[in-house]
Nanobody, 123 residues
Framework: QVQLVESGGGLVQAGGSLRLSCAASGWTFGAYLMNWFRKAPGKEREFVARISWSGTITYGGDSVKGRFTVSRDNAKDTVYLQMNSLKPEDTAVYYC????????????????WGKGTLVTVSS
């Protein structure tokens, strides 16, 4: 059974950092692209970043570029999202998701989802 379990969320002050982790199990980790999405209160779920098995990275928008870094450790079946210089507008539930190569970075393109971890950034 495929499982994606996020961790590392919490409350942080603006300007601070957090590192989210997503541990995968029950499948061939390297066969999938790993994605991060987030859903802020009152907003739709938003694509944040993705990383392929070989390390090719795509970021979703200018709002996170230069502040967020996605990485993966294939030996540990884990993907990370390092978030620096956090802003109150980064407050959201962050989700890890897995998709097959070539899939769109939309919700419909994902095959598996974690349950999410809450990040709250105070001003």
């Amino acid at each position: 059974q495929v499982q994606l379990v996020e961790s590392g969320g919490g409350l942080v002050q603006a300007g601070g950092s957090l590192r989210l982790s997503c541990a995968a199990s029950g499948w061939t980790f390297g066969a999938y692209l790993m994605n991060w999405f987030r859903k802020a209160p009152g907003k739709e779920r938003e694509f944040v970043a993705r990383i392929s098995w070989s390390g090719t990275i795509t970021y979703g928008g200018d709002s996170v570029k230069g502040r967020f870094t996605v990485s993966r450790d294939n030996a540990k079946d884990t993907v990370y999202l390092q978030m620096n210089s956090l802003k109150p507008e980064d407050t959201a539930v962050y989700y890890c998701a897995a998709s097959r190569p070539g899939a769109a970075w939309t919700e419909d393109g994902m095959d598996y989802w974690g349950k999410g971890t809450l990040v709250t950034v105070s001003s």
